[in-house]
Each structure stands twice: as structure tokens, then as C-alpha cells.
T-cell receptor, first 114, second 112 residues
């Protein structure tokens, strides 16, 4: 069974641009969440979607947004990119939106803002 | 609020040594606890989990016990291998929320 798939794996953007990252969850998984990983801040939760609805949101500015489609696939968007947005963005999926469900991660999208 | 504190790294051990990585947490209610591992250039892989007090999670020779009285979830392995070199993250999932709160990670290097 395929794991969590993220595209693109690597990208370079210029400050002020916007970026969209895509995530396909494991087949049958309905909860998708996003995390940002940086050397300074570590792993931080961005948001979680379940059945196309945002269920939880982390402490990030409104420039970070996401959505989930009816097939559970998800996208996250970052507008007006800043240098500090350079990070590994990880998508994760789980069967249901329930704390005991195991959360599986993709390999991530490496974003560099120059 | 919810938070996780891991022992500072990096940790360097010789092959076949005993490993302990300390993890303590602060949370309201009854969180689930996890250890994830990240190999170079890869995403996070679940190593083990425990969903209630006194549960023991185990996988690939690693173990951790959910200790509510000490709010801890220390990771142990009796005999480490070079292939265990990676960054290890302790995490909790708060009661009622499908999200993970991570510790800062501990980089482990095993020398042959």
C-alpha cells in the first residue's frame, strides 16, 4: 500500500512569491495534517483537515492556509513568502481524526526561499 | 498547555551499548505518546506508541513505558546498532485532538 505522497519534493522560491504543496494520504485515510520542520523551531503543527473541514490549527500567520478535497487529498499554500518560511513541510495522514490513531508521515517538501 | 521535553543531544554511543533517551511531557487529560525516528533526508517514521498509562510500546528492540505518575516516556534499547543512527522525536497527541506536539529531537550516532 502506497504511503503518504508529497509533491514537489524540492523547490526554490523567491521572497514575496507564493507556493502550493500537495499531499496524497494513504488510501482510506481521511485525516490529513501538515507540519513545518526547521532547525530553530523544530517540528510545529500547522493544521489538520478531516472530511474537507479544518479541525485544528497551529499558531501560524494567516499566510499559511490549506484545504482538503473530497478524495482526502490536501494542499497547503503559503503566500507572500519570507526567508523564514524555508523549511521541510511534512504532510501526515491517519484513518480518523482521533488522538489514538497512528499518524503516518510523508517524506516532505523541502522549500527554500531566497 | 501541552509540551514535550527531550534530553539534549547529540548522543554518541558505541555499537551494542545500552540506550536511554529521556522524555517528559506536560499535558491536560490523557494524551497518547509516541516516538518517531527520522533518518537522514527522510520523513518521520513511527517507532512506537502508547495510548494509556502503564502501556509499553515496543518495536525493533526499542521500548518505552507510559508513566503518568512521572509524566515520562523514556526510550530504551538494550543493544544499539550503527543502523539506529538517526534523530529521535518524542511526541504527544492531546486528548481530543488529532495533532502531534513534538520534543526538540535527539540526534543519536552509533559508532562501530
Amino acid at each position: 500500500k502506497a504511503g503518504v505522497t508529497q509533491t514537489p519534493r524540492y523547490l526554490i522560491k523567491t521572497r514575496g512569491q507564493q507556493v502550493t504543496l500537495s499531499c496524497s494520504p494513504i488510501s482510506g485515510h481521511r485525516s490529513v495534517s501538515w507540519y513545518q520542520q526547521t532547525p530553530g523551531q523544530g517540528l510545529q503543527f500547522l493544521f489538520e483537515y478531516f472530511s474537507e473541514t479544518q479541525r485544528n490549527k497551529g499558531n501560524f500567520p494567516g499566510r499559511f492556509s490549506g484545504r482538503q478535497f473530497s478524495n482526502s487529498r490536501s494542499e497547503m499554500n503559503v503566500s507572500t513568502l519570507e526567508l523564514g518560511d524555508s523549511a521541510l513541510y511534512l504532510c501526515a495522514s491517519s484513518l480518523e481524526s482521533y488522538r489514538a490513531n497512528t499518524i503516518y508521515f510523508g517524506e516532505g517538501s523541502w522549500l527554500t526561499v531566497v | 498547555g501541552n509540551s514535550v521535553t527531550q534530553m539534549e543531544g547529540p548522543v554518541t554511543l558505541s555499537e551494542e551499548a545500552f540506550l536511554t533517551i529521556n522524555c517528559t511531557y506536560t499535558a491536560t487529560g490523557y494524551p497518547s505518546l509516541f516516538w518517531y525516528v527520522q533518518y537522514p533526508g527522510e520523513g518521520l517514521q513511527l517507532l512506537l506508541k502508547a495510548t494509556k498509562a502503564d502501556d509499553k510500546g515496543s518495536n525493533k528492540g526499542f521500548e518505552a513505558t507510559y508513566r503518568k505518575e512521572t509524566t515520562s516516556f523514556h526510550l530504551e534499547k538494550g543493544s544499539v546498532q550503527v543502523s539506529d543512527s538517526a534523530v529521535y522525536f518524542c511526541a504527544l497527541s492531546p486528548q481530543g485532538a488529532q495533532k502531534l506536539v513534538f520534543g526538540q529531537g535527539t540526534r543519536l550516532t552509533i559508532n562501530p
